[in-house]
């Protein structure tokens, strides 16, 4: 079945130390999406890719980054820049490069950790 | 995206209908209407959407008021599986949001067997 998987499940993190989150995705879906949820919030957009070898900053990129080489995958990555990294991290794609009324397809998302 | 406004919690029984009420007043006319939900630890899940007739899927169906400022997600038969926080969200058909979700607070909806 197609899906978004993303890995590890668990992640934990220690100071001035980036992380590396993995998002892929069997769907041939050209959007991809981060996401941040913290404890009872609602999603923030942090990052988004429309079509390969491009990439936007969403609501809060400050402190993360991300690369677009091919089509199934979009890594984030959490930098020591971001002090509060700790929250619910979540992977999303969609079929159009301009969705409209187009469903996302989440992942089960990552749980990031400070030691 | 323009503001929902959902109740906080809902309890229901096993078996028996829910509906999920959401305000959106200042809906414009070009929005869609989605409703996604999210269990414990896992991603959101899409549920269904709508612009102005009511629709039905096999997860549920979506009833819209004829102003369109209020829907409301109805789960016909809920089980222990469909205790979850419901999201009501609108959308904008193309423009320049990049497809981004709004997630508000959602709806906890409590399943008791």
């Known amino acids: 079945d197609g899906g978004i998987t993303q890995s590890p499940k668990y992640l934990f993190r220690k100071e001035g130390q980036n992380v590396t989150l993995s998002c892929e995705q069997n769907l041939n879906h050209d959007a991809m999406y981060w996401y941040r949820q913290d404890p009872g919030q609602g999603l923030r957009l942090i990052y988004y890719?429309?079509?390969?070898?491009?990439?936007q900053k969403g609501d809060i990129a400050e402190g993360y980054s991300v690369s677009r080489e091919k089509k199934e995958s979009f890594p984030l990555t959490v930098t020591s820049a971001q002090k509060n990294p700790t929250a619910f991290y979540l992977c999303?794609?969609?079929?159009?490069?301009?969705?409209?009324?187009?469903?996302?397809?989440f992942g089960d998302g990552t749980r990031l950790s400070i030691l | 995206d323009a503001k929902t406004t959902q109740p906080n919690s809902m309890e229901s029984n096993e078996e028996e209908p829910v509906h999920l009420p959401c305000n959106h007043s200042?809906?414009?006319?070009?929005?869609?209407i989605h409703w996604y939900r999210q269990l414990p630890s896992q991603g959101p899940e899409y549920v269904i959407h709508g612009l102005t007739s009511n629709v039905n899927n096999r997860m549920a169906s979506l009833a819209i008021a004829e102003d369109r400022k209020s829907s409301t997600l109805i789960l016909h038969r809920a089980t222990l599986r469909d205790a979850a926080v419901y999201y009501c969200i609108l959308r904008i058909a193309g423009g320049t949001s990049y497809g981004k979700l709004t997630f508000g607070q959602g709806t906890i909806l409590t399943v008791h067997p």
């Open positions: 200042t809906i414009s006319g070009t929005d869609y």
């Open positions: 890719s429309q079509i390969v070898n491009d990439f």
């Open positions: 999303a794609s969609t079929d159009s490069p301009v969705p409209s009324n187009q469903p996302q397809h």
